[in-house]
């Protein structure tokens, strides 16, 4: 006698679909608590650069390491919440290679569920990154000059932004054969995005043409929307700019990624 094998069921309601992505998010945190090397990229990265950049570039240039700590410590925020949004390629990218979705394809789950786990379980990521910089940054001497209600909205978000841009991850995850190689495009994209903007200079002390580009870069908006919930100064403005650079993104890539994932793993 031969197993009978469980086909997933033709219609899965949206209760059930956000359950089953649910259950695969928890599946993901499980593997982040399992193997806590893989959060690396999001803790000792992150410090390395705040360390760095402070004490060899911040007397020159802000003229003292503490106003460059006030300056740099949130946009660094920025680029590491970008760059721990790479993980949901690679996750995804990781569970087609290694055979992960054939066994999925047998099971009673939603075809979304796999996806949706990624992108939620890499909310956990992004709180991890910006607790682990901001901790630091404090330590260092980093000081917030604003209220709580202000911090939670810079750590909302940074959350936001995260899963927005992961979805140029999800699509390149979803073209490319190997994690690697995921990992290899993404940061040649991330690196000149966030340095060819206010992060670790002021967009004035670039040429012209950069210039010109770092004043309406997404994470130029996004730097000075969270230095001012966090340190004081304009928010509206920025943050206006930022979302719609956000909305873009997401508009664009949701359904390049969604089209790349139904065709990847069927």
Not at 105 to 130: C, E, F, H, K
Not at 168 to 179: C, D, K, T
Not at 200 to 220: C, E, K, Q, R, Y
């Amino acid at each position: 006698m031969t197993a009978a094998v469980l086909a997933p069921p033709r219609h899965i309601s949206p209760a059930k679909a956000a359950q089953h992505g649910f259950s695969l998010a928890w599946r993901g945190i499980l593997k982040i608590r399992k193997n806590p090397e893989q959060l690396i990229d999001v803790t000792i990265q992150p410090i390395l650069f705040l360390v760095l950049f402070v004490y060899l570039f911040g007397g020159a240039v802000a003229g003292s390491t503490g106003a460059y700590l006030q300056n740099l410590a949130p946009g660094l925020l920025v680029q590491n919440t970008i760059m721990a949004s790479l993980s949901a390629g690679v996750a995804l990218n990781t569970d087609v290679s290694k055979g992960v979705f054939d066994r999925f394809r047998s099971m009673p789950i939603a075809r979304s569920a796999p996806l949706v786990g990624a992108v939620l379980a890499d909310i956990v990521r992004y709180l991890v990154a910006i607790a682990v910089l901001l901790i630091t940054a404090t330590i260092m001497g980093f000081r917030i000059h604003t209220d709580p209600g202000s911090v939670l909205v810079a750590v909302a978000v940074l959350v936001v932004a995260g899963l927005c841009f992961c979805w140029i991850a999800v699509f390149v995850g979803m073209l490319v054969s190997n994690p690697g190689s995921v990992q290899g495009i993404m940061i040649a994209f991330i690196f000149p995005l966030t340095f060819g903007s206010n992060v670790f200079v002021p967009s004035n002390t670039m040429p012209g043409w950069l210039h010109a580009w770092s004043d309406i870069s997404p994470v130029s908006l996004l730097a000075d929307a969270i230095r001012g919930l966090l340190v004081g100064g304009e928010v509206g403005g920025p943050l206006l700019g930022a979302l719609a650079w956000m909305a873009g993104v997401v508009l664009v890539f949701f359904p390049l990624a969604m089209r790349a994932y139904r065709r990847r793993v069927g």
